[in-house]
């Protein structure tokens, strides 16, 4: 995939924890920031198919400097707002 605007979220990566993320899918670019404590990420993918759930699982997991797997989406599969835990 191309390269990402990814904070450095490394020292975030315990297991156990939780990212409450802010999702907008079909943007320009794919892109994650930190405002006011609240995570946003944008992804040029499509809602459709999970496919921008997939796009905001590879994001994070590039931020957070884990693998994809290690990341686990407990709240939000259809809605803007997700809660991801790492595992």
Do not use: I
Not at 33 to 59: F, H, K, M, Y
């Amino acid at each position: 995939m191309a390269r990402h605007r990814v904070p450095d979220l490394s020292a975030r990566a315990l297991p156990g924890a939780e990212f409450a993320l802010r999702v907008t899918p079909r943007a320009s670019r794919n892109a994650l920031s930190e405002d006011d404590g609240q995570l946003r990420c944008q992804v040029t993918a499509v809602p459709e198919d999970g496919r921008a759930n997939a796009a905001v699982t590879e994001l994070l997991a590039t931020a957070l400097g884990v693998a994809k797997s290690r990341l686990t989406l407990v709240r939000g599969v259809t809605a803007r707002d997700k809660l991801f835990r790492l595992d």
